[in-house]
């Protein structure tokens, strides 16, 4: 973790003495020599922070070593951005420009050399740091060998050993998934196959391999059998032997003395005569890198005889690939469910099984923190069964102390140790931005938009050649979600990820962690003011404020959040010393009704966003945040920004919208804003939603084609005149991904069919308004996977031109023809699995030949007045999950009832549902 701290603080030492700064420096306090002594003596320490980290868990000395490393990092950041305050103005070109500079630097030369006498204390700190870090030198090289963690590793694998005995009134629901195990270990005598088990830490995957494992028609169907545990705390050789020894035994042999002195190939090579001609089974408990099963499948033969690798990991890259590679299983285990993590719990508690009435509230809030997570719930249990019933404070005092709990009490020290081994083994990248997660409270469901724009501004995303920040930081998440630390929650219909989670055990282990190294600071109900840091970095306050003392200061916080908080107050009121170095300032759905004026002296700030407040206008002040990279103001009042906003010339994502929801016509309409028309000068532009075009007589449409980095777009009130301009600024627009475009009313036309060179990277494309006709490169776009069409009123059979776009995933047509009947060719839509009909005025029939749609799981349509039946061809749609009919004819309703004549048409269908629009609701 310090690394991150002393890598963001050499990119700024890099790049800090630069045109009039240098001169500054020279000239003034002798700064930069202090600063270019500081970066030497932190490159030489970072080339071993990384593995001290990881020593750090073990090693009071070395944590300690850690600590101060970081907090100088964090100081010395500091002084380095008071320094670029001094100089924050501009000043223009030219002599004049020069003069400036001049004057600036004459007056800021008290402040410059207080500055280089701090810098000059940091590097008297930092050689005593490096006399420290000489002395525990050969404890990073003896990590680094791998000897390091001996200790660590013995107690994992004790602790593994712990659940392959566990008492079977542990074992919950596991009879259903054991069998399907077992099931795929016995299907199909071919070749080796590999079928895994994944799921995050303490989800119980040991436990049902060894249920698996010890089954009596598995050990007799299977004639060599062998459990082996894989962990990074074990070198290959030793998984290797392990492997040998075990074979052996099977095969009833006396292991040969000279396998102790084999080296891995030979080591190999035995394991592989072994077993050349028997139905095995290899239990690899607990994988944790495509390396260690590259390391072990080589000596594994993929003979005929229906031999099996059972593996369990908390990576699911792991076991994605060698599912590919073998033709295999992933079984993901999943939390149990509410009602057998109940029985469980108090089975575990109570001696009589059953809890007393007035414990029953509390008892569940504390199991719901479990989340179905059986080693939590068993560890927990342990914890209540010494708690007095009759004293109800002590069970409430765990319910509201959770975190707490999981650090001072001993009987939780295992469940700790086993989530955290996750943590201890990310790369040292993805620790701060795991870390990072504490920011959100209990429960909270975390965008994944709002996380990667977050990441970025705080300076946690590495640059990679050829990647927008973005890019990777979207590259972390799913790293992330991959070594099972987070889940997935929602997803678009073609896929990608709108929020995720993470477990409520994990978070207050990560709160505890973010605490101890100073990254985040939480403030809850409970929270007292005492507990605050003086050199608060990041503060989250949570459901209510916090009684600020007259004196606090957070002059050093570099990033503040407020999550439902309703209650009023300003931010000099909060902080009336201020945060000058402030960076973030997330205030989502906070009660705010002005834009905050303060926000104004915040040279550093990256991200703002007033999501969800009730701000109606932008001050002109806006442009001197020359930094800001986000501006999100959706769903605020906000309907018009100054022109101000054009100097902010790092502006990567500027979200101003409201979604209103169109009495009943079932979708939802953007409201734009208005901007200067020179907008296409914000070149760093990735998202621009949405603006309102018809003004200005086309300049802005014209100033779009100059934003060249724009992943995202949506314009709102375009005019038939516009389409030629727009064609060729989207023309240019070569990372377009997302285009949303609405007209200026219902019936005017968009017209876009000029576009020769249609941005091939294309995924979403949402169009409301009149069309002429389909555009012709719509058909042609090759990763085109959601496409929307509203009030379009085509008089030709749109399905016709869209049926052969190759990667369709979903389809939503409104208002879009106003024939009599469509017709669902076999030969289209080959990928589609949403489709959404709506309001076709004129539509009385509805063809679906054989072969068409063959993916389709949902079928809505809604508000087809004159449509007879269901239709016809539905009943090919084998893989159709849902049917929404939604405002329908009853006489159409009455065809599908169990006694009407199409119902044998839709019988396969498991979901069907009708709801009719009543009242205001449907």
Same mark, same amino acid.
């Given at each position: 973790?310090?690394?991150?701290?002393?890598?963001?603080?050499? @990119?700024?030492?890099?790049?800090?003495?630069? *045109?009039?700064?240098?001169?500054?420096?020279?000239?003034?306090?002798?700064?930069?020599?202090?600063?270019? *002594?500081?970066?030497?003596?932190?490159?030489?320490?970072?080339?071993?922070?990384?593995?001290?980290?990881?020593?750090?868990?073990?090693?009071?000395?070395?944590?300690?070593?850690?600590?101060?490393?970081?907090?100088?990092?964090?100081?010395?950041?500091?002084?380095?951005?008071?320094?670029?305050?001094?100089?924050?103005?501009?000043?223009?070109?030219?002599?004049?420009?020069?003069?400036?500079?001049?004057?600036?630097?004459?007056?800021?030369?008290?402040?410059?050399?207080?500055?280089?006498?701090?810098?000059?204390?940091?590097?008297?700190?930092?050689?005593?740091?490096?006399?420290? &870090?000489?002395?525990?030198?050969?404890?990073?090289?003896?990590?680094?060998?791998?000897?390091?963690?001996?200790?660590?590793?013995?107690?994992?694998?004790?602790?593994?050993?712990?659940?392959?005995?566990?008492?079977?009134?542990?074992?919950?629901?596991?009879?259903?998934?054991?069998?399907?195990?077992?099931?795929?270990? /016995?299907?199909?005598?071919?070749?080796?196959?590999?079928?895994?088990?994944?799921?995050?830490?303490?989800?119980?995957?040991?436990?049902?391999?060894?249920?698996?494992?010890?089954?009596?028609?598995?050990?007799?169907?299977?004639?060599?059998?062998?459990?082996?545990?894989?962990?990074?705390?074990?070198?290959?050789?030793?998984?290797?032997?392990?492997?040998?020894?075990?074979?052996?035994?099977?095969?009833?042999? %006396?292991?040969?003395? !000279?396998?102790?002195?084999?080296?891995?190939?030979?080591?190999?090579?035995?394991?592989?005569?072994?077993?050349?001609?028997?139905?095995?089974?290899?239990?690899?408990?607990?994988?944790?890198?495509?390396?260690?099963?590259?390391?072990?499948? &080589?000596?594994?033969?993929?003979?005929?005889?229906?031999?099996?690798?059972?593996?369990?990991?908390?990576?699911?890259?792991?076991?994605?690939?060698?599912?590919?590679?073998?033709?295999?299983?992933?079984?993901?285990?999943?939390?149990?469910?509410?009602?057998? +993590?109940?029985?469980?719990?108090?089975?575990?508690?109570?001696?009589?099984?059953?809890?007393?009435?007035?414990?029953?509230?509390?008892?569940?809030?504390?199991?719901?923190?479990?989340?179905?997570?059986?080693?939590?719930? @068993?560890?927990?249990?342990? !914890?209540?069964?010494?708690?007095?019933?009759?004293?109800?404070?002590?069970?409430?005092?765990?319910?509201?102390?959770?975190?707490?709990?999981?650090?001072?009490?001993?009987?939780?020290?295992?469940?700790?140790?086993?989530?955290?081994?996750?943590?201890?083994?990310?790369?040292?990248?993805?620790?701060?931005?795991?870390?990072?997660?504490?920011?959100?409270?209990?429960?909270?469901?975390?965008?994944?938009?709002?996380?990667?724009?977050?990441?970025?501004?705080?300076?946690?995303?590495?640059?990679?050649?050829?990647?927008?920040?973005?890019?990777?930081?979207?590259?972390?998440?799913?790293?992330?979600?991959?070594? +099972?630390?987070?889940?997935?929650?929602?997803?678009?219909?073609?896929?990608?990820?709108?929020?995720?989670?993470?477990?409520?055990?994990?978070?207050?282990?990560?709160?505890?962690?973010?605490?101890?190294?100073?990254?985040?600071? @939480?403030?809850?109900?409970?929270?007292?003011?005492?507990?605050?840091?003086?050199?608060?970095?990041?503060?989250?306050?949570?459901?209510?404020?916090?009684?600020?003392?007259?004196?606090?200061?957070?002059?050093?916080?570099?990033?503040?959040?407020?999550?439902?908080?309703?209650?009023?107050?300003?931010?000099?009121?909060?902080?009336?010393?201020?945060?000058?170095?402030?960076? !973030?300032?997330?205030?989502?759905?906070?009660?705010?009704?002005?834009?905050? @004026?303060? =926000?104004?002296?915040?040279?550093?700030?990256?991200?703002?966003?007033?999501?969800?407040?009730?701000?109606?206008?932008?001050?002109?002040? =806006?442009?001197?945040?020359?930094?800001?990279?986000?501006?999100?103001?959706?769903?605020?009042?906000?309907?018009?920004?100054?022109?101000?906003?054009?100097?902010?010339?790092?502006?990567?994502?500027?979200?101003?919208?409201?979604?209103?929801?169109?009495?009943?016509?079932?979708?939802?309409?953007?409201?734009? /804003?208005?901007?200067?028309?020179?907008?296409?000068?914000?070149?760093?532009?990735?998202?621009?939603?949405?603006?309102?075009?018809?003004?200005?007589?086309?300049?802005?449409?014209?100033?779009?084609?100059?934003?060249?980095?724009?992943?995202?777009?949506?314009?709102?009130?375009?005019?038939?005149?516009?389409?030629?301009?727009?064609?060729? +600024?989207?023309?240019?627009?070569?990372?377009?991904?997302?285009?949303?475009?609405?007209?200026?009313?219902?019936?005017?036309?968009?017209?876009?069919?000029?576009?020769?060179?249609?941005?091939?990277?294309?995924?979403?494309?949402?169009?409301?308004? %009149?069309?002429?006709?389909?555009? &012709?490169?719509?058909?042609?776009?090759?990763?085109?996977?959601?496409?929307?069409?509203?009030?379009? %009123?085509?008089?030709?059979?749109?399905?016709?031109?869209?049926?052969?776009?190759?990667?369709?995933?979903?389809?939503?047509?409104?208002?879009?023809?106003?024939?009599?009947?469509?017709?669902?060719?076999?030969?289209?839509?080959?990928?589609?699995?949403?489709?959404?009909?709506?309001?076709?005025?004129?539509?009385?029939?509805?063809?679906?030949?054989?072969?068409?749609?063959?993916?389709?799981?949902?079928?809505? =349509?809604?508000?087809?007045?004159?449509?007879? *039946?269901?239709?016809?061809?539905?009943? &090919?749609?084998?893989?159709?999950?849902?049917?929404?009919?939604?405002?329908?004819?009853?006489?159409?309703?009455?065809?599908?009832?169990?006694?009407?004549?199409?119902?044998?048409? !839709?019988?396969?269908?498991?979901?069907?549902?009708?709801?009719?629009?009543?009242?205001?609701?449907?």
């Amino acid at each position: 973790m310090a690394e991150s701290s002393v890598n963001l603080l050499l @990119v700024k030492l890099g790049g800090i003495f630069q *045109n009039e700064v240098h001169l500054l420096g020279v000239l003034l306090g002798g700064v930069q020599e202090e600063a270019i *002594n500081l970066r030497g003596e932190l490159e030489r320490m970072r080339a071993f922070l990384r593995t001290a980290d990881a020593l750090q868990e073990t090693d009071q000395e070395v944590k300690v070593w850690v600590k101060q490393v970081r907090d100088i990092a964090h100081e010395a950041e500091d002084i380095l951005d008071e320094f670029t305050l001094l100089h924050e103005h501009d000043h223009g070109d030219g002599i004049y420009g020069s003069l400036c500079r001049l004057s600036c630097c004459i007056k800021n030369a008290k402040a410059c050399y207080r500055i280089a006498s701090q810098l000059k204390a940091i590097n008297s700190r930092v050689k005593s740091i490096s006399e420290v &870090h000489k002395r525990l030198q050969h404890k990073f090289v003896k990590a680094e060998e791998g000897l390091g963690f001996d200790s660590v590793g013995n107690t994992w694998q004790d602790s593994r050993g712990d659940a392959l005995l566990l008492d079977k009134s542990d074992l919950v629901g596991i009879h259903e998934p054991k069998n399907q195990l077992v099931g795929w270990l /016995f299907k199909d005598n071919s070749g080796r196959k590999v079928v895994s088990l994944a799921g995050m830490g303490g989800i119980g995957k040991t436990t049902l391999a060894k249920q698996v494992y010890d089954d009596p028609q598995v050990e007799k169907h299977f004639e060599v059998r062998a459990w082996v545990t894989v962990n990074r705390s074990i070198k290959s050789g030793e998984v290797l032997q392990e492997m040998v020894q075990q074979l052996f035994k099977a095969i009833r042999r %006396r292991v040969p003395e !000279v396998v102790a002195n084999m080296d891995n190939n030979q080591l190999k090579a035995t394991i592989k005569e072994l077993l050349q001609e028997r139905r095995y089974l290899i239990v690899l408990d607990d994988v944790w890198h495509l390396y260690e099963w590259d390391t072990i499948q &080589h000596a594994l033969p993929n003979n005929s005889c229906g031999s099996r690798v059972m593996l369990t990991t908390r990576n699911t890259e792991v076991a994605s690939t060698t599912r590919i590679l073998s033709d295999g299983k992933i079984f993901e285990l999943k939390p149990i469910p509410p009602k057998e +993590s109940w029985d469980l719990f108090c089975r575990k508690v109570f001696q009589l099984n059953k809890c007393p009435p007035h414990l029953e509230d509390i008892c569940r809030d504390i199991l719901k923190k479990c989340e179905g997570l059986p080693l939590a719930i @068993v560890t927990i249990s342990s !914890v209540l069964t010494t708690k007095d019933e009759r004293r109800m404070y002590e069970w409430d005092m765990v319910a509201r102390s959770l975190g707490a709990e999981i650090e001072g009490n001993n009987k939780l020290k295992y469940l700790k140790k086993v989530l955290l081994l996750s943590f201890n083994d990310l790369p040292y990248f993805l620790k701060p931005c795991f870390l990072y997660l504490s920011i959100f409270p209990e429960g909270h469901l975390i965008a994944r938009t709002r996380l990667i724009r977050l990441w970025v501004a705080e300076g946690l995303i590495e640059a990679k050649v050829g990647k927008t920040p973005e890019e990777v930081a979207d590259d972390y998440l799913h790293e992330l979600l991959n070594r +099972s630390l987070m889940q997935v929650v929602t997803t678009t219909s073609d896929g990608r990820i709108i929020t995720c989670r993470i477990h409520e055990f994990l978070r207050e282990i990560i709160i505890s962690k973010s605490r101890d190294q100073n990254f985040t600071t @939480v403030v809850k109900e409970q929270s007292v003011p005492a507990q605050w840091s003086a050199n608060i970095r990041r503060l989250s306050i949570q459901s209510t404020l916090p009684s600020v003392k007259p004196n606090r200061s957070v002059s050093q916080l570099r990033s503040l959040f407020m999550f439902g908080v309703t209650e009023k107050s300003s931010i000099p009121t909060l902080f009336p010393r201020g945060f000058r170095l402030l960076n !973030v300032l997330d205030l989502h759905s906070s009660p705010l009704k002005k834009f905050p @004026v303060e =926000i104004v002296d915040l040279y550093f700030l990256k991200y703002l966003s007033l999501r969800k407040t009730k701000v109606k206008t932008v001050p002109r002040f =806006i442009g001197k945040l020359q930094n800001l990279e986000t501006l999100d103001l959706k769903h605020s009042y906000v309907i018009e920004l100054p022109v101000e906003i054009l100097k902010l010339q790092r502006l990567r994502h500027l979200l101003v919208y409201q979604c209103q929801f169109i009495s009943y016509q079932y979708f939802n309409s953007s409201i734009g /804003f208005k901007v200067a028309p020179k907008i296409g000068g914000l070149r760093a532009l990735q998202k621009l939603c949405f603006i309102e075009v018809n003004q200005d007589g086309g300049t802005i449409i014209r100033e779009l084609g100059k934003l060249s980095q724009l992943r995202r777009l949506g314009l709102s009130k375009l005019r038939k005149v516009d389409g030629k301009a727009l064609c060729s +600024s989207i023309a240019k627009l070569s990372d377009l991904r997302a285009l949303s475009i609405a007209s200026v009313e219902q019936e005017e036309i968009i017209d876009l069919q000029h576009l020769s060179s249609p941005p091939l990277l294309l995924q979403r494309l949402y169009m409301r308004g %009149r069309l002429d006709a389909v555009p &012709h490169w719509i058909a042609s776009l090759p990763n085109l996977v959601r496409l929307s069409l509203k009030w379009s %009123r085509l008089r030709d059979d749109p399905l016709i031109y869209l049926r052969h776009i190759p990667n369709l995933v979903q389809l939503e047509l409104c208002q879009a023809f106003i024939g009599d009947r469509l017709c669902f060719k076999a030969d289209g839509f080959m990928k589609l699995k949403i489709l959404s009909l709506d309001k076709f005025d004129e539509l009385r029939c509805i063809d679906v030949e054989m072969g068409a749609m063959d993916c389709l799981e949902k079928l809505s =349509i809604q508000r087809c007045e004159l449509l007879e *039946n269901v239709p016809s061809g539905i009943e &090919h749609l084998r893989k159709l999950k849902v049917l929404e009919l939604s405002d329908m004819p009853v006489d159409l309703m009455k065809t599908i009832r169990p006694d009407g004549k199409d119902n044998w048409r !839709v019988s396969h269908v498991p979901e069907v549902s009708s709801t009719y629009w009543r009242e205001g609701e449907w």
